[in-house]
């Protein structure tokens, strides 16, 4: 019913910038919270930012000052900006909704050189 598409994924210096982009489409409403969150090889999913209906957010502390999450409800898509990446930063970021279930993007892949 809900379909989330990320993109904006990559390869990135120490550093480097990158924007992640997640398109919601399906039967979304822009009231639900969204986030975003990552998973490292061999480590948990973990939660990195998230946006409620109404513009407030919430980050975790190891990206707070660097990273900035935004929403644009007129296209249905979220954003992650990443700045001053660090290798530690590198994971698959998965695009989250909940709508009486979890919803999941594929994950996209950012890969922070030292």
């Known amino acids: 019913q809900v379909h989330l598409v990320e993109s904006g994924g990559g390869l990135v210096q120490a550093g480097g910038s990158l924007r992640l982009s997640c398109a919601a489409s399906g039967s979304v409403f822009s009231s639900n919270t969204m986030a975003w969150y990552r998973q490292a090889p061999g480590k948990q999913r973990e939660l990195v930012a998230a946006?409620?209906?109404?513009?407030?957010?919430h980050y975790a502390d190891s990206v707070k000052g660097r990273f900035t999450i935004s929403r644009d409800n007129a296209k249905n898509t979220i954003y992650l900006q990443m700045n001053s990446l660090k290798p530690e930063d590198t994971a698959v970021y998965y695009c989250f909704y909940y709508s009486g279930t979890n919803y999941w993007g594929r994950g996209t892949q950012v890969t922070v050189s030292s």
């Open positions: 946006i409620m209906s109404d513009g407030p957010t």
